[in-house]
């Protein structure tokens, strides 16, 4: 069976989008293709996105900042936007079924001391898996019925 692909977009794809595929690759990826990517790449993941997302044993050290064009020429199930930006820029897929806007705060705007600005990110990271625990328990129940 070849898994569906989930690609979950951002502006900057350095700290959402990147935890939010963390985590759901996390809970899914042996169901599902994870894949984020941005409107405007940053060109790195943020250094407390990975801190925080190690902080509850998922590692994206490995993840790289990608544009979504990456992507256009490639079958994608479902597209998930976290942030306002992405959604209003966001272009179909081939082979879109899903669509999703979900919107978080940007944690890299976060000012304040390194302990506020890791506890902002910690924050999202949060927010980001309770929503993405949700849609990946329904997803499970849909896709575990079709198999």
Same mark, same amino acid.
């Given at each position: 069976?070849? +898994?569906?692909?989930?690609l ?5 794809? $350095?700290?959402?989008?990147? =935890?939010?595929?963390g985590?759901?690759?996390?809970? &899914? %990826?042996?169901? #599902?293709? #994870?894949? !984020? ?7 790195y ?5 990975? +801190?925080? =997302?190690?902080?509850? %044993? /998922?590692?994206?050290? !490995?993840?790289r $900042? ?15 936007? #976290? ?5 209003t ?5 081939? %082979?879109? +079924?899903?669509?999703?806007c ?10 304040? !001391?390194?302990?506020? &600005? ?12 309770d929503?993405?625990?949700?849609? $990946?328990?329904?997803?499970s129940?849909? &896709? /575990?019925? /079709? &198999?």
């Amino acid at each position: 069976m070849i +898994k569906p692909t989930i690609l979950i977009l951002c502006t900057g794809n $350095s700290c959402r989008s990147h =935890m939010a595929e963390g985590y759901l690759q996390y809970k &899914i %990826g042996h169901l #599902v293709n #994870v894949q !984020s990517a941005g409107s405007k790449p940053s060109d790195y993941v943020h250094p407390v996105a990975i +801190k925080v =997302m190690q902080e509850i %044993g /998922i590692d994206i050290t !490995s993840h790289r $900042s990608k544009h979504l064009d990456e992507y256009l020429k490639q079958e994608v199930d479902t597209v998930i936007t #976290v942030c306002d930006n992405a959604e209003t820029c966001c272009p179909t897929f081939p %082979g879109e +079924k899903n669509h999703y806007c979900w919107t978080f705060a940007d944690p890299a705007d976060a000012t304040g !001391s390194e302990e506020e &600005i890791t506890d902002e990110f910690r924050k999202i990271r949060d927010e980001i898996r309770d929503t993405f625990d949700k849609y $990946s328990a329904e997803l499970s129940l849909q &896709i /575990i019925s /079709i &198999i």
